[in-house]
T-cell receptor, first 115, second 112 residues
Framework: EPEVTQTPSHQVTQMGQEVILRCVPI?????FYWYRQILGQKVEFLVS????????KSEIFDDQFSVERPDGSNFTLKIRSTKLEDSAMYFC?????????????FGSGTRLTVV | KQEVTQIPAALSVPEGENLVLNCSFT??????LQWFRQDPGKGLTSLLL?????REQTSGRLNASLDKSSGRSTLYIAASQPGDSATYLC???????????FGKGTMLLVSP
């Protein structure tokens, strides 16, 4: 079964450093997403991406965050200057479309720890 | 604001019991609803997708129902096993949005 692949599985970074989280969505999917889950809390939407541009973003996704699809396969989330409160599990997801018969496929996540 | 609520927050049952997890949502205009399983510290595994036009979906011992008019979905697990122990998340794709809205989940523990 096709998978969404995320790397690294765990990243520790110092406060103020830049991090890039990487994802390889399913190859025929057109919509890409980043979600995050702070320990013990709900999974929260960050950003959706379609046709090489952001289609929707949440209030969490401020100027410190950016996304990019640098080539035909990778989808990245960059946090420019990490804060302690950015510590969370970050999930990448992809979807074939935005109709009712299409679901999301999530990756296994990157656990980001900011120290 | 669209919300998703799951009850109970936690459930502990002995092996072999049939159980029901509940999910409620605030707007009947949805594309679909997905149930996910999350093991501790791990990713989200999709269990069942119910389209807005459907009433239920089944996969093995799992059955999910959808009642849009009342804003409810249930996940029924038959003959529970210790390997079913995990957190079960309900996520709704509300119409007009490109995002999923998640509930907080139900943490299930099935003891041998």
């Amino acid at each position: 079964e096709p998978e969404v692949t995320q790397t690294p599985s765990h990243q520790v970074t110092q406060m103020g450093q830049e991090v890039i989280l990487r994802c390889v969505p399913i190859s025929n999917h057109l919509y890409f997403y980043w979600y995050r889950q702070i320990l013990g809390q709900k999974v929260e939407f960050l950003v959706s991406f379609y046709n090489n541009e952001i289609s929707e973003k949440s209030e969490i996704f401020d100027d410190q965050f950016s996304v990019e699809r640098p080539d035909g396969s990778n989808f990245t989330l960059k946090i420019r200057s990490t804060k302690l409160e950015d510590s969370a599990m970050y999930f990448c997801a992809s979807s074939e479309g935005v109709q009712s018969n299409y679901g999301y496929t999530f990756g296994s996540g990157t656990r980001l720890t900011v120290v | 604001k669209q919300e998703v609520t799951q009850i109970p927050a936690a459930l502990s049952v002995p092996e072999g019991e049939n159980l029901v997890l509940n999910c409620s949502f605030t707007d009947s205009a949805i594309y679909n609803l997905q149930w996910f399983r999350q093991d501790p510290g791990k990713g989200l595994t999709s269990l069942l997708l119910i389209q807005s036009s459907q009433r239920e979906q089944t996969s093995g011992r799992l059955n999910a129902s959808l009642d849009k008019s009342s804003g409810r979905s249930t996940l029924y697990i038959a003959a529970s096993q210790p390997g079913d122990s995990a957190t079960y998340l309900c996520a709704v794709w509300y119409a007009g949005y490109s995002t999923l809205t998640f509930g907080k989940g139900t943490m299930l523990l099935v003891s041998p």
